[in-house]
């Protein structure tokens, strides 16, 4: 089975049923692991970026994931941007890849000024059953070091 999202703008109007709800639900299994990336420098992150130092991206994220997530079933997917528009507070992206039976997931991770959030683009299951919420929550939970 797989979902997709069109490449809509970051404002994620029109997403398709079900995804929309399990955007939020994957935004929130991350929210520590995202909070703990948010340390990381600015602009060294941006530096790195712009240098296509892709492996220093990729040792931050797998640091800040392994507190939270076993051993790489969060990784950063060697492709990161930079946006910069005057007048708008500056976005970094990056293309990351969550990884956990029976599912993967693609997103981009979005961190701005203001906010920081995710947007999926892709979720592949192993069987071609549509999207079931509660087994996506479950499988993510099954991916965290410390679950309940």
Known sequence: MTLQANPLSLGRPGLPDGLAAAEEIFATALREFIAELCL??????????????????ADVVASSAELFFKDSVLTYADA????????????????????????????????????????????VAEDSAPLRLDRFAHALDRARLCHA
Do not use: Y
């Open 80 to 123: 990161a941007d930079v946006c910069l528009e005057f007048g708008r507070s500056m976005q970094v992206v990056l293309d990351m890849e969550f990884a956990a039976e029976p599912l993967t997931v693609f997103f981009k991770l979005v961190l701005d000024e203001m906010f920081a959030g995710v947007a999926i683009q892709r979720i």
């Open 40 to 57: 990381v420098d600015g602009g060294v992150l941006i530096g790195w970026i712009r240098s296509q130092h892709h492996g220093n991206i």
